[in-house]
């Protein structure tokens, strides 16, 4: 399976913007220079987040956005669901016998619904907050949740 940049992209920008420590919203022009992504197509994964109540967003001159909860209670897998959609590698490896014609006869399918598995559990096995710690300058710093538009 291969990841979009919507996928790629988002991921990026969410680590980003929990790198920031949740005190303050980060402006989208923040994130997308830190990130070298368009504001423009920063906006779409933004938004498609925002739906998915993985941030928050504040208006006027000192908005920008934050994390809806703490980074901790956020997984990869809920940041890629949010921009990509299912993560399955094919239609026939979640349980529709509407997605293949063979899928009542098709063995092939157990061998597409374990990669699914491995994957969603490989995914959601991984926090923000995990990958924020493991950026160098903040081994020390705790990613926050709550931001000033928040309150």
């Not at 160098?136 to 705790?142: A, D, L, V, Y």
């Amino acid at each position: 399976m291969k990841m979009s940049t919507k996928g790629r992209y988002g991921l990026r920008a969410m680590i980003e913007l929990a790198s920031h420590g949740g005190e303050t919203p980060v402006p989208l022009s923040v994130i997308a220079r830190s990130e070298e992504i368009s504001e423009r197509y920063l906006e779409q994964l933004m938004t498609k987040m925002k739906k998915a109540d993985l941030i928050t967003s504040c208006r006027g001159s000192t908005g920008g956005y934050c994390l809806a909860r703490d980074a901790a209670d956020i997984s990869v897998g809920d940041i890629l669901r949010a921009v990509e959609g299912n993560l399955n590698p094919v239609d026939c490896s979640v349980d529709s016998e509407a997605a293949c014609e063979n899928s009542g006869v098709c063995v092939a399918k157990y061998v597409w619904q374990k990669v699914n598995e491995s994957i969603n559990q490989a995914v959601d096995g991984i926090s923000l907050a995990e990958l924020v710690a493991k950026i160098p300058e903040n081994e020390e710093k705790q990613p926050g949740a709550v931001c000033a538009c928040q309150k």
